[in-house]
């Protein structure tokens, strides 16, 4: 009895090696990726609570939520060469991170932007925006390429824009949600798991009423509607989120409390945060049109006014997910296939897409010094 249950332990040992390393008779002579689709989301409201519990109040927000994990989801910062220094300061903590938006010079933003995330996978998300909308071969090909290199972000895409200063000018702007390829784009995304981020202005009329439509034409598309709050209604947004659980909300809490022109304070949206905790997300928009700083005091301050469970939604778990549950590409998996070839490495991997990024660059290090 015992030599079988001995035997037993050591074929699932072996087993457990086999998985791990690959390395068994009749193992395959190549490593292998398997998907991992399982997010478990660090919980954070015991932070939260013990931070205000034990509040000084001679510190700033900032330092008081050091510890809390914070995602910056809409961040132009590509084209500076400090970009990730410069903006994971005072306790940000990971940044979505394009430049350009809808417009040629975006291809150059979005090299850029790999660059950042290479060289700190761990605070960078990357997205891309370098594609036009109207050329149906080249933009799709473009999208679908970065889609596959590893990209975890889709936009800014400049959807629709009458009033913006910049935005209404640039190249490869779209008349409307529903323009030239963005029903495809939409599939795409939906394809790879990837978020959208979009620009719209006006945020009321025909821009919204093609958002709707795309929004009932692609259900599985995630959308996130970007700096939602500025110039925009609470009965309006209130309306979308009724409607349309695909769209997710970049709240740019710098405009409603440092900017002139909103309507709002940030205490009006608080019960908006806390009726749909999952759909809204925080953003700096690299503080577009506010003094240095504002934008990242302005996160904290809405955090400080949310319930715990709330702010930990809004202030990286509902971005996290999306991240986390991108699968790896066919193009990242024969890269790491390719290059654990030349390691001699016959390992099995599980990984998300964000994971396999993060892989692939530790990889093509180690064979570096081979050469």
């Known amino acids: 009895m015992f030599p079988r249950k001995l035997w037993s332990a050591f074929c699932i040992f072996n087993l457990f090696i086999l998985v791990v390393t690959g390395c068994s008779t009749g193992a395959s002579n190549e490593a292998s990726v398997e998907p991992l689709t399982v997010y478990e989301p660090k919980q954070e409201v015991d932070l939260i609570t013990k931070i205000r519990n034990t509040r000084d109040t001679s510190k700033k927000l900032s330092e008081l939520y050091e510890e809390m994990t914070l995602i910056d989801i809409h961040n132009h910062g590509a084209d500076s060469p400090s970009?990730?220094?410069?903006?994971?300061q005072n306790g940000v903590d990971r940044i979505v991170l394009f430049g350009s938006v809808s417009e040629p010079s975006a291809k150059i933003s979005d090299i850029l932007t790999w660059d950042h995330y290479r060289r700190d996978p761990t605070q960078v998300y990357p997205s891309f925006a370098g594609f036009p909308i109207y050329e149906e071969e080249e933009g799709l090909s473009i999208v679908k390429e970065k889609l596959e290199q590893g990209y975890l972000n889709i936009g800014e895409v400049v959807a629709a824009s009458t009033y913006s200063p910049v935005v209404s000018q640039v190249e490869w702007k779209a008349q409307h949600p529903n323009d030239g390829n963005l029903p495809q784009i939409y599939d795409l995304a939906a394809k790879y798991h990837v978020p959208v981020l979009l620009h719209i202005d006006p945020t009321?009329?025909?821009?919204?009423?093609?958002?709707?439509?795309?929004?009932?034409e692609h259900p599985d598309t995630t959308i996130i509607f970007g700096h939602v709050n500025a110039y925009n209604t609470l009965e309006n947004i209130k309306y979308l989120l009724d409607r349309y659980p695909n769209l997710y909300m970049d709240f740019f809490a710098g405009f409603t409390v440092y900017n002139s022109d909103s309507n709002y304070s940030l205490k009006d949206f608080i019960p908006l945060l806390e009726q749909y905790p999952d759909r809204f997300m925080l953003s700096t928009d690299t503080g577009y049109g506010l003094m240095p700083g504002q934008a990242t005091d302005a996160l904290y301050e809405t955090i400080d006014l949310l319930s715990p469970e709330t702010a930990q939604k809004v202030a990286f778990l509902n971005y996290e997910r999306m991240i986390e549950l991108q699968q790896p590409t066919d193009t990242q998996i024969a890269k790491i296939k390719e290059l654990t070839s030349q390691l001699g490495n016959t390992q099995t991997y599980t990984l998300n897409k964000r994971m396999a990024n993060t892989l692939i660059f530790d990889l093509e290090r180690q064979v570096k010094k081979l050469k």
């Open 204 to 216: 009321s009329g025909t821009p919204i009423d093609q958002l709707e439509k795309a929004l009932k």
């Open 83 to 88: 970009a990730v220094y410069e903006f994971t």
